[in-house]
């Protein structure tokens, strides 16, 4: 069984602003730095779950993005969380480049890389911390205790990795992707004896999965912007130029060409990541930049659930963790 893996929420909002904002704007950089690394995470995430496809699907539940609540009312991350009967093993992927150093005296991973250095927090002692808070929340679910095994996983097969002289053997805890399914085979004959059914991990797997929350953020607040510098417009699904203009009943791009029946659904996507889940009439004309008669039609041909009496209905859009 396998819980396949999403985009990112906060890629998704990222992608949408990025849409809707002036080239020019003062803070464009660093909005696409922010993308850059969320994007380059998801990348080695996903290559890691290339490599866990080679593992019988009858012997593992594999749980991918897992955002959990810890005790303390706080949430920690999972990258991802594969269970059996006998061990379960949580995985920190990290897709870096150049040659990483793992200080375990300063608990700081150094990379070197086009001359320079760069000093990340330790994933050595994150991926520690997320066995600890998942060993309670497992406690405290009245389920078994099972043995968790956590790994640091770099995805980038041409980072080299090594740690300093009289420190622990980091290669008992980090790895390369690709060699995860020689790694988890060698742990599952060392963890032969059956712990739990396969019944019980299923069960596990299904409060685990309610258990997950997104992280919502807004993003216009993280970068300190306001609606009025978000672009109004439907925006073409091929090429992402704004606006497009309606004619007979479709959208045309004057930019590519193209011709969409549904191109106001995705910005309409855009609306619900970027500023709310809930669109009236007269915000949907003006983010449209159509007539209000169109964005009423639009609206009510999309049989979205609505509040509110015929003056004050707000129409509810699909949750952007839906999208």
Request: glycine content about 4%.
């Amino acid at each position: 069984m396998k819980i396949e893996r999403k985009v990112p929420l906060i890629i998704q909002k990222l992608d949408a602003l990025l849409r809707r904002i002036s080239p020019t704007h003062p803070k464009i950089q660093r909005i696409k730095e922010e993308l850059r690394k969320r994007s380059s995470g998801h990348r080695g995430e996903e290559s890691s779950d290339f490599h866990l496809s080679y593992l019988p699907e009858n012997r593992y539940f594999i749980l991918n993005g897992l955002r959990l609540p810890d005790e303390k009312g706080h949430f920690f991350q999972i990258d991802t969380l594969i269970l059996s009967t006998s061990v379960f093993l949580l995985l920190e992927v990290k897709n870096y480049s150049g040659m990483l150093t793992f200080d375990q005296n300063t608990k700081q991973l150094i990379r070197e890389i086009d001359d320079r250095e760069d000093i990340f927090p330790d994933p050595i002692t994150q991926v520690n911390r997320q066995q600890n808070q998942l060993s309670t929340l497992i406690q405290k679910a009245k389920f078994p205790q099972i043995p968790i095994i956590p790994f640091v996983v770099i995805s980038n097969p041409r980072t080299g990795f090594r740690t300093l002289s009289n420190q622990p053997d980091i290669t008992k805890k980090v790895l390369h992707a690709a060699t995860l399914p020689e790694r988890i085979e060698g742990i599952s004959l060392r963890f032969q004896k059956e712990i739990v059914s396969q019944k019980d991990v299923k069960r596990l797997s299904r409060l685990l999965i309610k258990k997950d929350t997104s992280l919502d953020t807004n993003i216009l607040e993280q970068f300190g912007l306001d609606q009025s510098e978000i672009t109004r417009g439907v925006h073409c699904p091929s090429c992402y130029k704004i606006p497009m203009m309606r004619l007979r009943g479709k959208w045309s791009c004057a930019y590519c060409e193209s011709i969409y029946k549904d191109a106001h659904i995705h910005t309409l996507y855009d609306y619900a990541l970027l500023i709310d889940t809930t669109i009236t009439n007269k915000q949907c004309t003006e983010f449209l930049q159509t007539s209000r008669s169109i964005a009423k039609g639009l609206l009510i041909s999309q049989n979205l659930p609505f509040t509110g009496s015929y003056k004050d209905r707000k129409y509810h859009l699909p949750s952007p963790n839906s999208l």
